[in-house]
């Protein structure tokens, strides 16, 4: 019923910025936590970053100060501005929402996006 779908990724030189989306859509009854993870070739999934409805937000230690995570609770999008971005950021992003769908109960929901590739290299 909730679908969440990355954007924003690409191809990017060492030291320099990107900025991914995440929307999320469906029956939307409310969005609890919003995450980032990447998973990066021969290495496990890993969470970057993730924001609560009240926007508390906890960061992976390897992109403390260069990464930042906001949202849009009335766009049910979570938004991840990377700079200076290393070699070793390359990965494969994925969005992670939370929350509760409209039903006649509302009903709670786990969405993976499909991810984004970011790349980093020149």
């Known amino acids: 019923q909730v679908q969440v779908v990355e954007s924003g990724g690409g191809l990017v030189q060492p030291g320099g910025p990107l900025r991914l989306s995440c929307a999320a859509s469906?029956?939307?009854?409310?969005?609890?936590?919003m995450s980032w993870y990447r998973r990066a070739p021969g290495k496990q999934r890993e969470l970057v970053a993730d924001i609560s409805r009240g926007s508390n937000t906890n960061y992976a230690d390897s992109v403390k100060g260069r990464f930042t995570i906001s949202r849009d609770n009335a766009m049910n999008t979570v938004y991840l501005q990377m700079n200076s971005l290393k070699l070793e950021d390359t990965a494969v992003y994925y969005c992670?929402?939370?929350?509760?769908?409209?039903?006649?109960?509302?009903?709670?929901?786990?969405?993976w996006g499909k991810g984004t590739q970011v790349t980093v290299s020149s």
């Open positions: 469906g029956s939307i009854f409310s969005i609890n936590g």
């Open positions: 992670y929402a939370v929350g509760y769908y409209s039903s006649y109960v509302p009903q709670r929901f786990e969405s």
